[in-house]
């Protein structure tokens, strides 16, 4: 029994399969956005320049969790390859090379971000209330780091295992502290003071800590498929680039995020601070439908790994298949409720009559584009596990990047605001054209 539950990557049936490995990530990486999430809903009922200021620091949190996510999933691929070679000693040296790396790279990470905060707020802030509002929520928010790069990277150690539901259960206790002290700081209940949006910051970096908590308790304490080397292990540079290579690819398609609501701010700023404050509600409630997909990557790649490493080819093939099936699914779903109920999502941001006058067009424009979101970031995945790296980060920079601010540059020139909106679901479908052509090159390669 023991055999077979350490081998089911490579026997057990797909779909089950997939759907085994993608629902508990699924779940945490909704509670993963749930953090940014949470503290807008209630950071809007103090105000729209509360909510403005939060949506500029999402980049930068955004950053900070993209650098986490590549640093894991490159810890996550390696482990589920070694152990698809069966090399468990190898497993085992990537699970302790992971976890220094992600603290000391955490510490590193965190004094920059803490660096960059002026600067980079002065560049995109000329309203002084919502510079003071976003230093005073960032400040705080920024030593997150640590915590969110720790928990993670022990989140992506199990999950390569095959152990999807264990890192589920931390990520929710963070959560749901994170959840029950956001009102409480905010607005001041019981013995604590009404901190405003500090206690946003204060509750986040908190849920980040309990989550990182558990997460090495789990790791040290329970019986896991790997374990922390320590006899005979011996400090390897070169493991540390490895995973950096073999995460880039998913750290360029989260940290992408960060610099396309950057950018696309600083064309909005140009309409009004309302039109950012827009994007950023949307961003939340897109991320929402987005880590549907997110989540199935994550159990996706796993699985494709494992057997790229085991040399079975026609499991890779099915899971990429049957992978990419399921995000359709996924987007398509998220296309019809967003575009159906546009006024509703956007009263629960406590949207201004101004806001209603752009945002409901502008939430049915964009959606247009998320079926071919879905193949993509498919297609991109199956690339990264089979180790051609290269091509998985050019759809990424293609996506999110270049088709999307050439399209901007462009379309708003014509259509003003309403081009930025249509250049969205342009990107998607040029991306997703190219998508098919770089498919067929990595085939003829490993032909």
């Not at 960059?116 to 003071?132: N, S």
């Not at 006899?231 to 690819?249: D, E, S, T």
């Amino acid at each position: 029994m023991e055999h077979q539950q350490e081998n089911q990557m490579g026997t057990k049936a797909i779909v089950p399969l997939i759907m085994q490995m993608s629902l508990p990530p699924l779940f945490s990486m909704f509670l993963q956005y749930t953090y940014n999430f949470v503290d807008c809903l209630f950071v809007a009922q103090i105000s729209e320049k509360a909510l403005t200021a939060v949506s500029f620091s999402f980049p930068l949190t955004t950053l900070m969790l993209a650098f986490s996510i590549g640093t894991g999933v490159g810890i996550n691929v390696l482990v589920a390859r070694y152990l698809g070679r069966k090399e468990q000693d190898e497993a085992n040296n990537i699970v302790s090379h992971g976890l220094l790396l992600s603290f000391l790279f955490g510490i590193l990470l965190n004094v920059i971000f803490y660096l960059i905060l002026e600067p980079y707020f002065h560049i995109f802030i000329k309203d002084e209330e919502i510079y003071a509002l976003s230093m005073q929520y960032m400040k705080i928010c920024v030593f997150l780091q640590i915590p969110n790069m720790v928990h993670i990277a022990i989140q992506k150690i199990l999950q390569g295992t095959g152990n999807m539901l264990t890192p589920m259960a931390f990520q929710t206790a963070g959560v749901v502290f994170n959840f029950i002290f956001d009102p409480i700081l905010i607005f001041g209940l019981g013995p604590f003071p009404a901190m405003g949006i500090k206690g946003a910051a204060v509750s986040t970096v908190l849920g980040y800590t309990v989550s990182m908590l558990i997460a090495f308790y789990v790791l040290l304490f329970t019986k896991q498929k790997v374990k922390i080397k320590t006899k005979g292990w011996k400090l390897n540079p070169a493991v540390w680039i490895n995973i950096f290579r073999c995460g880039m690819p998913s750290f360029i398609m989260n940290a992408l995020g960060a610099f396309m609501v950057t950018f696309t701010n600083s064309f909005l700023a140009a309409y009004s601070m309302t039109a950012v404050a827009f994007f950023g509600a949307y961003f939340k409630a897109q991320q929402l439908v987005v880590m549907t997909v997110n989540g199935l990557i994550q159990g996706c790649i796993p699985i494709m790994s494992f057997n790229f490493g085991a040399g079975n080819k026609e499991r890779l093939k099915k899971t990429m298949i049957w992978g990419t099936v399921i995000a359709m699914l996924f987007m398509g779903t998220g296309e019809l409720i967003l575009s159906l109920f546009p006024k509703e999502i956007l009263k629960v941001f406590m949207a201004s009559e101004e806001m209603m006058s752009f945002g409901v067009p502008a939430l049915r424009i964009m959606t247009t584009g998320y079926l071919f979101n879905g193949i993509a970031t498919m297609v991109a995945s199956y690339i990264q596990s089979v180790n051609q790296i290269r091509y998985s980060i050019v759809i990424n920079l293609l996506r999110q990047l270049v088709m999307l601010y050439i399209f901007m540059w462009l379309f708003s020139r014509c259509w003003g605001m309403t081009g930025v909106w249509i250049s969205f679901p342009a990107a998607e479908i040029v991306t997703c054209i190219c998508c098919f052509f770089i498919m067929k090159k990595v085939e003829r390669q490993e032909k």
